[in-house]
């Protein structure tokens, strides 16, 4: 994804006076994270903090505002929002400004000492997320007020999960094979009253080890918002089974589902519903990834689907 010009430096201060007035020195520096939507970090007084801004003036950040607000106040650990703008004059869209969570990732550290009680921890987290409902399905509306709920662009899961789907299997025949390709039919059809639930579930959207964070191997939450969605509930699990692998060498969904099924009781065949999943955001990730140089990632996601095929043929 292109990443998109910094912003005038002067609003930015702007913005960081309004949210700290009277503040002392502040220094304002963009992170490497963030393409579409720019994020800063920013540091006043020992402390850390980041400053997030709108993609443009339609696409308002008050919908990851209500989101942080709901969970902070249910004991979720996300970040805390500090100053919401709703909309600046100057940067023609809305801003917000969030503490920090203390730590690391995972996947930037995940050595010396119990991931599985971190990836537990997260496991609990992520149970009360999905627990907050959506009114419908796929991304999360910005383009309406959001202090009243949370709306989805679409009205049925079915819509929104294979609503395009013939059109990502044909960008996707020159990865697949054709059996494979066939095998990805069956299975919806196969499957398909999985995608009949009537009540979205909040989803986290792009969920994985570089989210979840520890300070000295004690998990402190989850963050990045940018991509909530109304799914269903099993919908961010399935996107962790996507990425077994890739930042940590050995498998984190199991210690992820311990912990979640300590919250939310599972089905039982949670295993099958997550792998549905997994094949078919990871059907929809390889066709967007069409127009992007091969590599590692296109690998990584091929070889999900395939885990993915190979688990629901079982």
């Known amino acids: 994804m292109t990443r998109v010009p910094d912003h005038d ?13 009277g503040s002392g020195a502040v220094v304002i520096a963009r992170t490497s994270t963030g393409s579409s939507t720019p994020v800063y970090r920013i540091e006043r007084g020992g402390s850390t903090y980041y400053l997030r801004l709108a993609e443009g003036p339609e696409a308002s950040l008050a919908p990851e505002v209500l989101v942080h607000d709901l969970l902070h106040a249910r004991g979720v650990r996300v970040p805390e929002v500090v100053y919401f703008e709703p909309f600046h004059d100057g940067l023609q869209r809305s801003a917000m400004v969030t503490a920090a969570i203390p ?12 991931v599985s009680a971190v990836l537990a921890a997260a496991g609990r987290d992520l149970a009360a997320i999905n627990d907050v409902g ?54 919806v059809g196969r499957h398909g009253g999985w995608l009949d639930t009537e009540q979205a579930s909040l989803a986290h959207g792009d969920l994985d080890a570089t989210h979840i964070y520890h300070q000295d ?20 699990l399935g996107h962790l089974a996507l990425h077994e692998g890739e930042a940590l060498p050995y498998p984190i969904l199991p210690q992820v589902l311990a912990g979640y099924d300590e919250v939310t009781s ?5 295993t099958l519903q997550i792998h549905f ?7 929809r990730t390889l066709a967007r990834s069409i127009t992007r140089p091969d590599g590692t990632y296109r690998h990584h996601l091929t070889q999900g689907v395939r885990r993915a095929l190979a688990k629901l043929a079982t």
């Open 9 to 21: 430096h002067r609003m930015l201060c702007e913005i960081v006076q309004r949210a700290f007035p």
């Open 103 to 114: 730590g690391r990732s995972l996947a930037e550290d995940h050595h010396g000492f119990d």
């Open 134 to 187: 959506v009114m419908g399905f796929g991304f999360v509306r910005r383009d309406c007020p959001a202090d009243i709920q949370l709306e989805g662009e679409f009205l049925s899961l079915r819509a929104f999960a294979i609503g395009e789907l013939e059109e990502r299997l044909v960008a996707v025949s020159s990865i697949l094979t054709g059996d494979e390709i066939q095998a990805v039919r069956a299975v």
């Open 217 to 236: 191997g004690r998990y402190t939450g989850i963050i990045d918002f940018g991509e909530i969605r109304g799914a269903a509930w099993l919908y961010d």
């Open 266 to 270: 599972l089905p039982a065949d949670h």
């Open 277 to 283: 999943w997994s094949l078919l955001i990871g059907v």
